[in-house]
């Protein structure tokens, strides 16, 4: 039973006195400073060269305190990890070279299960995809000109019921569905022999994927059942079909007649999520909202850059001034051996070419260092350009001479995708989006690598959309909740994962120092790590789990909160109506929540939730991962359920903690499927399968916020091994707490909160003299209190008994 925070109405008065009491638990460890190399010294070289590809690798471990090293050391870990009777397999995301320092310190490494080979055949797939639809597009244009048809085509008419309600679905195809935003408008008789108009009209809207138009459709109530629609196109086309019965989904189906789903049909990538969300804002004004989130990301750009030079003390790292995209890719470099002896250092700049003449000795041999090169450049071309010597190094070899090397940023996205700092959107759903409805939070793509979440996001705003009109469960959702989705929490780094890196973990931020990877080398190692730079039981906090090396997998970035990601996030935290949340990731399948981290090597771990809570969060997972198995059969298994850092490893300042703990909202993770960018098929079934699982807890939400049943209580009394004793434990009615003293006062919520036993086990057994007098009560999840008990001290129903073994 999570204490929301202090603007629920409900929760008001006992927030304060249940805060106290969970302050109890608060961890304060001596080791709560910034680590200075990620905990325990063992941070292992991290840089990933432009060249170098990173493969998903097993990492055989003995056990967890062998997995708590391997967090510590930064390494980029894949969600996946497996307990077996030999041992732990982790998942590690590594290139060739970063597998080499894994085994130099010991670290057993199995086999390879995923390369990026395919990665590229994802991308692959998915352009071929696109392509088709392109094409057969250009197909249908090409054969209405031949035909001289009509330029507009039904491809279907269903009429099915709804409860009481008669829906008539649309879907077709214009010419024009490419170029033009216009809706169809369908016109429909009122059955058999009645003149078309007769029964109304209804208007269909684009359906657009990945930037490429796939048809009109739409649904709309009709009051008798129609024969035949037209559709008259904006360019003249006319189309007239018939309508026909709807197959009848089984009754067993909770979805019900008519439910519609299945609207992704490739990956998509953050320039196409967000378009996706404006489209269905557009299409449901009355329904939905974009909102632009207040923090600007800081872009999928780079400065331009170049190292010159083979070795550390001899290398000349050149970075432009203006971004690449802004004229940095304009600039180039030229290290010359004048041929001549006794010759200067000097520097010359010709508009955007620069060309270093090489001092040399009086017998004609090069002596100009990589400081006194550096230098130089900054003195005479620094108005374009910033040059340093490679990573800290002293800059004392020798430099040799180097061809015309042009700067660059290296980026590969098309011209569509924006290199300024990229506005971040979530799509806002509800008949009332004004904060006075239970508020659900929903987001996806922290970590940029991960392609099937972000699908999961849309695959449910799109149910949530077009199953209002006519299915009455969703039609109670809309109206009743407030639900945030956010699709991609990191865009410039989605972006770099789909045209540059495919392995990319983290944001493109480069936090690195001149004198450690920041240079042209160092660009796939760039990044925070967005589920990390939270603020509750953070790196910075002394928690494990996050790295402060700006190379790692894990780094938390300078400061809590330091990335605009992150800032967002907190922002829609803010909004004090929101009490649910899914953060969705892949991969693993795993379902998890709160507490995400712990200490180490003491396993201290972030408070856990009271038993009231965690007995709420697993009756919740029960229905949401039923959901989930119901399309086709895959069960989460328990393993894989439960606490973070009960089931997975630590993960200082994760986004789950900071929801929880600093908001009071219930944060679910969705660890989706088993690969970042598992093949189309795959993908559509782990999209299909989990967004069944985000739409169940819309309605858990909605079940919460309808809850007005008061919780029942009562005592369980058994004999103690101590003489005189007897063992006393609480039972209720439904998750719930309970509060209660031993010293014949009235129980309040400064009273003793009935603990767990345990990790994932029941409650507390309380060893109590034979004859104490107990008294207590109950409030579940909802705020219900037992007997409608006043718990300031002053009401008399509450519960009240004696510890006394029943008698036979």
């Not at 982790?90 to 390879?112: D, I, K, M, Q």
Request: one cysteine or more; glycine letters at 8%.
């Amino acid at each position: 039973m999570r204490m929301p925070n202090s603007g629920d109405r409900r929760w008001r008065a006992p927030v304060v006195a249940v805060a106290a009491v969970s302050a109890v638990l608060l961890v304060s460890p001596a080791s709560a400073v910034t680590p200075t190399a990620d905990g325990a010294g063992q941070n292992i070289e991290l840089n990933r060269l432009p060249d170098e590809e990173a493969s998903v690798v097993e990492v055989l471990l003995a056990d967890s305190a062998e997995l708590d090293k391997l967090v510590a050391t930064g390494v980029d870990l894949d969600h996946d990890v497996t307990r077996t009777e030999e041992g732990i397999v982790a998942h590690a995301v590594v290139t060739p070279s970063e597998a080499a320092a894994l085994r130099a310190r010991g670290y057993r490494l199995g086999e390879t299960v995923f390369q990026p080979s395919d990665s590229a055949e994802r991308v692959a797939e998915r352009e071929a995809t696109i392509a088709a639809h392109k094409a057969e597009n250009q197909a249908f244009t090409a054969s209405l000109v031949a035909s001289d048809a009509s330029d507009v085509k039904i491809i279907r008419a269903d009429y099915y019921t709804s409860g009481t309600d008669q829906i008539l679905s649309v879907e077709a195809k214009w010419a024009q569905g490419q170029t033009s935003t216009n809706a169809l408008t369908v016109v429909r008789d009122s059955g058999p022999g009645t003149a078309l108009g007769s029964g109304g009209t209804q208007n269909i809207s684009r359906f657009v994927d990945a930037g490429v138009y796939m048809y009109h459709r739409g649904a709309s109530t009709v009051t008798t059942r129609p024969d035949r629609i037209q559709i008259t196109s904006p360019t003249g086309g006319v189309a007239v079909a018939q309508v026909k019965e709807w197959l009848p989904i089984p009754a067993d189906d909770p979805e019900g007649p008519g439910y519609q789903k299945d609207f992704v049909s490739s990956y998509l990538t953050p320039t196409e999520l967000y378009d996706r969300v404006h489209q269905l804002a557009a299409e449901f004004p009355g329904l939905a909202e974009v909102v632009e989130l207040p923090y600007k990301t800081n872009g999928y750009r780079r400065k331009a850059q170049a190292v010159l030079g083979a070795a550390n003390a001899n290398r000349v790292a050149v970075d432009s001034l203006a971004w690449g995209h802004e004229g940095g890719n304009d600039i180039s470099v030229e290290l010359v051996n004048p041929g001549a002896a006794s010759r200067p250092l000097s520097v010359t700049v010709t508009g955007k070419d620069i060309r270093v003449s090489l001092a040399t000795n009086a017998s004609g041999a090069l002596t100009s260092t990589a400081a006194q090169v550096a230098a130089a450049l900054n003195a005479n071309a620094g108005s374009i350009v910033r040059a340093y010597t490679y990573r800290g190094d002293a800059g004392a070899g020798v430099v040799a001479a180097a061809a015309r090397t042009g700067l660059t940023d290296g980026l590969k996205a098309p011209a569509s995708v924006s290199r300024d700092p990229q506005p971040m959107y979530a799509i806002r759903i509800g008949k009332h989006r004004d904060g006075s409805r239970m508020g659900v939070l929903a987001y996806a793509q922290e970590h940029a690598r991960e392609w099937v979440p972000p699908l999961v996001a849309i695959e449910t705003a799109e149910r949530l959309l077009r199953n209002y009109g006519h299915d009455g469960r969703t039609k109670q959702l809309l109206n009743n909740l407030d639900i945030w989705i956010a699709p991609s929490i990191n865009p410039d780094g989605g972006h770099y994962s789909f045209y540059d890196y495919a392995s990319q973990r983290k944001n493109m931020t480069n936090h690195c120092p001149l004198t450690d990877a920041a240079d042209a080398l160092g660009r796939n190692s760039w990044g925070v790590d967005n589920n990390r730079n939270y603020t509750e039981y953070s790196l910075f906090d002394g928690y494990s789990g996050a790295s402060s090396s700006c190379t790692s997998g894990t780094y938390a970035g300078p400061s809590e909160l330091s990335e605009p990601e992150d800032k967002n996030l907190d922002w829609l935290a803010q909004h004090k109506n929101i009490k649910f949340s899914m953060n969705l990731h892949s991969s693993g399948n795993y379902f998890m929540w709160s507490p995400g981290a712990y200490t180490t090597p003491d396993r201290i771990s972030a408070p856990r939730p009271t038993l009231a809570e965690e007995s709420f969060f697993w009756g919740a997972s029960s229905r949401i991962l039923t959901a989930i198995k119901r399309h086709r059969n895959m069960a989460v298994t328990p393993a894989r359920t439960g606490p973070i850092s009960d089931v997975l490893y630590s993960a200082a300042g994760n986004s789950g903690d900071m929801l929880w703990y600093k908001y009071g909202i219930y944060a679910w993770n969705f660890e989706v499927g088993t690969s970042f960018q598992p093949a189309w098929n795959e993908a559509h079934a782990e999209t299909m399968e989990f967004s069944n699982g985000l739409v169940e807890l819309m309605r858990v939400a909605r079940d919460f916020d309808t809850d007005h049943q008061r919780p029942k209580s009562g005592l369980s009394v058994t004999a103690s091994n101590t003489p005189g004793m007897v063992d006393v434990t609480f039972t209720v009615s439904e998750p719930a707490a309970v509060f209660y003293t031993l010293d014949g006062s009235a129980p309040t919520y400064s009273s003793t909160l009935y603990a767990s036993a345990g990790v994932r086990e029941g409650g507390e057994t309380v060893t109590l003299p034979a004859g104490t007098k107990i008294h207590w009560f109950s409030v579940d999840a909802a705020g219900n209190v037992e007997n409608n008990y006043r718990a300031d001290g002053t009401g008399k129903n509450y519960q009240k008994g004696s510890a006394v073994l029943p008698t036979s």
